[in-house]
């Protein structure tokens, strides 16, 4: 048995960021991921970091965008903490390394991103989760946090309504351990993979999402999930807002700049919710490319700019699509990429478990409601990471060690768990994956409506009866890739089912969740969290209310 | 068609399987192990993140050449020369005319093999560790942050990019011979971390006395490999010559 005070689950930024803040508080704390940290989807992060910095810009006016970005669902006291604490933070970043993109006077610079009155978002290039992910990385090895690289955690150990450690998977040699801690911190990111077309790394699970559900722990707001308007059509990888943000147009295949029939105002620059619907829109009515895609052009934003802001993304084009969008317009199409739901936690990330926090995208500390906006997620996972750690290294000093008790049964039972995994015949893992993400795909996607819903469910509650039955049939034991694939995807089956049944209950369209039999917003009803509690049989569902202060829900225009 | 052949390693034995899989448009060859991992046999191990080029997870020798799987089309990998049995890694501009369609895949050079095309990369981040690989700034910025000339930056960007992928480890002679050199990889985020601005004084100093050495920037015999295998174009060669003449500087002060 290992043991630390404070145990990070997850090495992308959110997890690096706590596990450093811990580790500056004085607590013994440690990083487990299963890859090392600098290859974590944070590194993916391409557009930017938004910090109200700029002279004629206020926190409170990045609230008021990220409430109103949110379809009013997002809890107001949080994202007041979110965007107060987003300078300094962004200027800590700055002050270890990170290369932000300047000003002509040496000052960090700022571009418009979506749905913002305000050019807010500070960037490095368009790698700026790259920049940022390897600083803090590099700050963390000043610090001396230990990491345990290569370990998936598998089951989490509770006793009396406190979290105790957990049961991990030493990918080198397939062996089980266990972790005893005083507090645990899960940050381990989204579940992008369970949809067929999605930016994510195929990293991204969503297993600690899994693991916290399964110690009863309610995830909350999972039907809200984020497609991307703009991703690489064929690969989805990410084609960063940023591009927008520089002056990127988007067109249809009679070359009309469709954006002007769906938001006047904002144009490309409208919030991602929209801009997702407006290409489905044109696409599905046949305006679209053969193939599903529409077009976004930078042709006429010149070489050098484009060397020199899109850089990265040139490269992504010329390797994944054959095209240079010096000369080209880039295709594109909506795919998954983001989870505003998650794990139900708090302003310093505290879970309704004891001694369990939850952050960055696994979490829902709700200050992104029903639709985040550019920007946010990278300092959702700084602020919210830096608060846990503080927090988790102060709560630490006041208790003491758990017993071995609830980490020796969890042992058992894990092993038990894995040993009947273990045969030949049976169904595979990747057939039960594929399908569960065609199956998102199709009936949990962009629009939603009850029939498709209820399709999709029904599908997921199969494909759940068929993942009882998924063998693994590599008896290797170092790096068993199959063996840690079937226990993945066992976690994708009850996020996919949280998902689709939270959708099919909320009868209204708000943010990303849009529903084509229930097109309005309907506060009287569904101004409330959603909020999953893992039972036999199924998710519970409950609900609870949305925190408001300064800004009364109003309609949403753009 | 497309035939993967792909260098197999357990504890006891290394061996060669071969692999048919369909090609798909736009397939690439870390898509085509997956198929063969999932499809064909559930043993064989690589690593993968990201599946963008931006991770640095999939690093491998394909047709004897250090590169990422995630953005290496099957299409084109097959079309090449595999150079199988030859002792070079990277031969520059080696490739056949017509179809051969087999592709060779094996681990990174240079490193030790943990199981199939799963390398040591702790034996490789400790020496990038070594160099203290931090920006050693105080406790408190100025107020509104740091400022930094934007021309400065761009000669800095070059080295940020890197990562950590080791695929220039995998194409040095140097490394091939000398386990104890840093590699390009460390050199050249020693030179990043030069470079900043905010960086403190001895800390900077302490980096340079620490790589002035035939583990460090001497040891390198100026062969540019690196510079011709790096994925995302950092220029390691150049960041060791910048080194190089700002130690002889120094000495020379």
Known sequence: ?558 | MVYLKIKRQDESREWYDTFETKETPGMTVLEALFYVQEHMDGSLCFRYACRGAVCGSCGMLINRVPRLACRTQVGIAKKENTREGSGDIFVAGQKSEEENEVILIEPLANLDVIRDLIVDMDSFYNLVDSIKPWISSPEEHPEGGNLMDPDLREQIEKYTNCILCACCHGACPVAARDDTYLSPATLAKAWRMHLDPREDNASRQERLNFVDSESGVWGCDLVYKCVAVCPKKVPPTLGIKALREEIEKNKEN
């Open chain 1, 1 to 558: 048995m290992r043991e630390h005070d404070i145990i990070v689950i997850g090495g992308g930024l959110s997890g690096l960021r706590a596990g450093l803040e811990a580790k500056r508080q004085g607590a013994d704390v440690a990083v487990i991921s299963k890859v090392p940290p600098i290859r974590s989807h944070s590194v993916a992060a391409q557009g930017g970091i938004n910090a109200s910095i700029g002279t004629d810009d206020s926190w409170d006016s990045h609230a008021y965008d990220t409430v109103k970005g949110s379809d009013y669902l997002a809890d107001q006291d949080t994202v007041e903490i979110l965007c107060k604490e987003a300078p300094e933070r962004v200027y800590e970043m700055e002050n270890w390394g990170t290369l932000f993109s300047r000003t002509g006077d040496g000052k960090i610079a700022q571009r418009p991103f979506g749905g913002a009155g305000f050019p807010r978002t500070c960037y490095a290039g368009d790698r700026t989760g790259h920049n940022l992910l390897h600083t803090l990385y590099e700050q963390v090895l000043r610090a001396g946090v230990r990491v345990y690289n290569e370990w998936m955690v598998t089951r989490l150990a509770t006793d009396s309504n406190r979290c105790t450690g957990f049961v991990a998977l030493n990918l080198l040699d397939s062996e089980l351990e266990t972790f005893r801690a005083k507090a645990v911190i899960l940050a381990t990111g989204g579940y992008g993979r369970i949809y067929q077309r999605s930016t994510n790394s195929i990293i991204n699970t969503g297993f600690g999402i899994s693991l916290g559900y399964r110690a009863g722990v309610p995830i909350q707001d999972m039907e809200f999930v984020q497609f991307h308007p703009t991703t690489l059509w064929g690969t989805n990888i990410l084609i960063t807002e940023g591009v927008r943000g520089e002056g990127g147009y988007l067109y249809n295949k009679d070359h009309e700049r469709f954006m002007d029939k769906y938001a006047p105002e904002s144009m490309e620059l409208a919030p991602r919710d929209i801009v997702a619907r407006s290409i489905q829109t044109e696409i599905d009515e046949g305006r679209g490319f053969t193939g599903g895609y529409v077009q976004l052009d930078i042709t006429h934003l010149g070489k050098e700019l484009i060397n020199e802001r899109l850089g990265g993304i040139r490269q992504i084009c010329i390797d994944f699509a054959g095209v240079d969008p010096i000369t080209e317009p880039i295709p594109v199409q909506p795919g998954h990429h983001y989870s505003m739901g998650g794990i139900s936690s708090g302003k310093d990330g505290l879970t309704p478990l004891n001694g369990l926090y939850a952050i960055g995208e696994c979490a829902c500390i709700s200050v992104h409601g029903a639709n985040r906006l550019g920007g946010n997620s990278l300092l959702d996972t700084i602020v919210f990471g830096k608060r846990a750690g503080e927090h988790a290294a102060n709560a630490v000093k006041n208790i003491a060690m758990p017993s071995e008790d609830s980490l020796n049964e969890s042992l058992a039972e894990e092993r038990s768990n894995i040993d009947s995994m273990m045969g030949d015949g049976g169904e595979s893992f990747a057939d039960v994956k594929d399908e569960l993400r065609q199956t998102m795909q199709k009936y949990v996607g962009v629009y939603r409506n009850r029939e498709d819903l209820e399709t999709g469910l029904a599908n997921v509650k199969a494909l759940e009866k068929r993942g009882e039955n998924i063998h693994v049939k590599s008896r290797v034991k170092t790096f068993n890739m199959e063996l840690m694939n079937v226990l993945e995807v066992k976690g994708m089956l009850d996020i996919a089912r949280v998902i689709t049944e939270g959708a099919l209950v909320r009868e209204e369209s708000r943010g990303a969740h849009y529903r084509t039999d229930f097109l309005e917003r309907d506060d009287e009803n569904w101004l409330k969290h959603t909020l999953a509690y893992m039972k036999d049989g199924g998710p519970k569902l409950e609900y609870k209310d949305v925190t408001i202060t300064q800004f009364k829900p109003m309609r949403r225009e753009y």
